[in-house]
Protein backbone atom coordinates (compact mmCIF):
# COMPACT_ATOMS: atom_id res chain seq x y z
CA UNK A 1 0.00 0.00 0.00
CA UNK A 2 3.00 2.18 0.53
CA UNK A 3 4.76 4.44 3.03
CA UNK A 4 4.62 7.68 4.88
CA UNK A 5 7.41 8.81 7.17
CA UNK A 6 7.45 11.74 9.13
CA UNK A 7 10.14 14.26 10.08
CA UNK A 8 10.43 17.73 11.70
CA UNK A 9 8.86 17.01 14.88
CA UNK A 10 10.68 18.43 18.43
CA UNK A 11 10.24 20.65 21.06
CA UNK A 12 9.74 24.72 20.09
CA UNK A 13 9.19 28.06 22.63
CA UNK A 14 6.15 29.06 22.57
CA UNK A 15 5.84 31.61 19.47
CA UNK A 16 8.53 29.73 17.37
CA UNK A 17 8.11 27.51 14.52
CA UNK A 18 8.87 23.86 12.90
CA UNK A 19 8.33 22.45 9.80
CA UNK A 20 6.67 19.06 9.23
CA UNK A 21 7.96 16.52 6.30
CA UNK A 22 5.70 13.36 5.12
CA UNK A 23 7.42 11.38 2.69
CA UNK A 24 5.97 9.34 0.75
CA UNK A 25 5.87 6.41 -1.78
CA UNK A 26 4.60 8.25 -4.97
CA UNK A 27 1.15 9.19 -2.88
CA UNK A 28 1.36 12.78 -3.91
CA UNK A 29 2.48 12.66 -7.93
CA UNK A 30 -0.38 10.05 -8.15
CA UNK A 31 -2.82 12.45 -6.77
CA UNK A 32 -3.60 11.46 -3.13
CA UNK A 33 -5.72 13.87 -1.44
CA UNK A 34 -3.11 14.63 1.74
CA UNK A 35 -3.66 15.90 4.97
CA UNK A 36 -2.44 16.59 8.65
CA UNK A 37 -3.53 15.55 11.77
CA UNK A 38 -2.27 15.99 15.64
CA UNK A 39 -3.72 13.87 18.67
CA UNK A 40 -3.29 16.05 22.08
CA UNK A 41 -3.21 13.34 25.16
CA UNK A 42 -6.38 12.88 26.39
CA UNK A 43 -7.94 14.27 23.02
CA UNK A 44 -9.45 13.13 20.07
CA UNK A 45 -7.36 13.35 16.94
CA UNK A 46 -8.27 16.34 15.03
CA UNK A 47 -7.98 17.70 11.43
CA UNK A 48 -4.91 20.42 10.79
CA UNK A 49 -4.48 21.03 7.11
CA UNK A 50 -5.27 19.39 4.29
CA UNK A 51 -4.47 19.56 0.81
CA UNK A 52 -5.61 17.88 -2.68
CA UNK A 53 -3.73 17.21 -6.14
CA UNK A 54 -5.13 20.81 -7.39
CA UNK A 55 -3.22 22.55 -4.72
CA UNK A 56 -6.60 23.58 -3.12
CA UNK A 57 -6.16 23.58 0.80
CA UNK A 58 -7.98 23.98 3.85
CA UNK A 59 -7.46 24.41 7.69
CA UNK A 60 -8.33 23.92 10.63
CA UNK A 61 -9.74 27.58 12.24
CA UNK A 62 -6.77 27.32 15.15
CA UNK A 63 -4.39 26.97 13.13
CA UNK A 64 -5.25 29.31 10.09
CA UNK A 65 -3.15 32.18 9.49
CA UNK A 66 0.02 30.57 11.22
CA UNK A 67 0.11 26.88 9.53
CA UNK A 68 0.84 26.44 5.55
CA UNK A 69 0.32 23.03 4.11
CA UNK A 70 2.27 21.94 0.74
CA UNK A 71 3.21 19.46 -1.17
CA UNK A 72 6.18 18.70 -3.69
CA UNK A 73 5.11 16.04 -6.46
CA UNK A 74 8.25 15.77 -7.49
CA UNK A 75 9.90 14.83 -4.40
CA UNK A 76 6.48 13.16 -3.16
CA UNK A 77 6.63 15.19 -0.11
CA UNK A 78 4.13 17.02 2.16
CA UNK A 79 5.22 19.70 4.14
CA UNK A 80 3.26 21.99 7.73
CA UNK A 81 4.70 25.06 8.23
CA UNK A 82 4.06 26.19 11.75
CA UNK A 83 4.70 29.75 12.62
CA UNK A 84 3.89 31.18 15.96
CA UNK A 85 3.37 28.13 17.82
CA UNK A 86 1.42 27.99 20.82
CA UNK A 87 0.81 25.85 23.71
CA UNK A 88 -2.08 23.94 22.79
CA UNK A 89 -0.01 22.53 19.44
CA UNK A 90 1.40 20.43 21.32
CA UNK A 91 0.48 16.64 19.80
CA UNK A 92 1.83 13.88 17.58
CA UNK A 93 1.26 14.94 14.27
CA UNK A 94 0.19 12.46 11.90
CA UNK A 95 0.45 12.43 7.62
CA UNK A 96 -2.67 11.18 6.06
CA UNK A 97 -3.13 10.32 2.65
CA UNK A 98 -6.15 8.70 0.44
CA UNK A 99 -6.33 7.50 -3.31
CA UNK A 100 -9.58 9.55 -3.98
CA UNK A 101 -10.36 12.92 -4.03
CA UNK A 102 -11.76 13.85 -0.11
CA UNK A 103 -13.86 16.85 -0.36
CA UNK A 104 -16.22 17.79 2.39
CA UNK A 105 -18.33 20.99 1.50
CA UNK A 106 -16.46 21.65 -1.41
CA UNK A 107 -13.28 21.68 0.32
CA UNK A 108 -10.48 19.12 0.98
CA UNK A 109 -11.57 17.02 3.84
CA UNK A 110 -10.09 17.62 7.50
CA UNK A 111 -11.78 14.43 8.62
CA UNK A 112 -10.14 11.31 9.51
CA UNK A 113 -12.24 8.91 8.86
CA UNK A 114 -11.85 9.80 4.93
CA UNK A 115 -8.31 9.26 5.03
CA UNK A 116 -6.54 5.43 4.39
CA UNK A 117 -3.13 5.92 4.67
CA UNK A 118 -1.71 6.80 7.87
CA UNK A 119 2.27 7.78 9.22
CA UNK A 120 3.45 7.01 12.61
CA UNK A 121 3.06 10.47 13.64
CA UNK A 122 5.84 12.99 14.88
CA UNK A 123 6.00 14.41 18.38
CA UNK A 124 5.89 18.32 18.98
CA UNK A 125 6.61 19.57 21.91
CA UNK A 126 5.70 23.68 22.93
CA UNK A 127 6.79 25.16 26.08
CA UNK A 128 6.20 28.47 27.55
Known amino acids: QGQMVESGGGSVQAGGSLNLSCTTS????????MAWFRQAPGKEREGVAA???????TYADSVKGRFTISQDKAKNTLDLQMNSLKPEAAAIYYC??????????????????????WGQGTQVTVST
Open 96 to 117: AAHPDLKLRNQVPSLFDYDYSI
Open 26 to 33: EFISRGYS
Open 51 to 57: IITLGTT
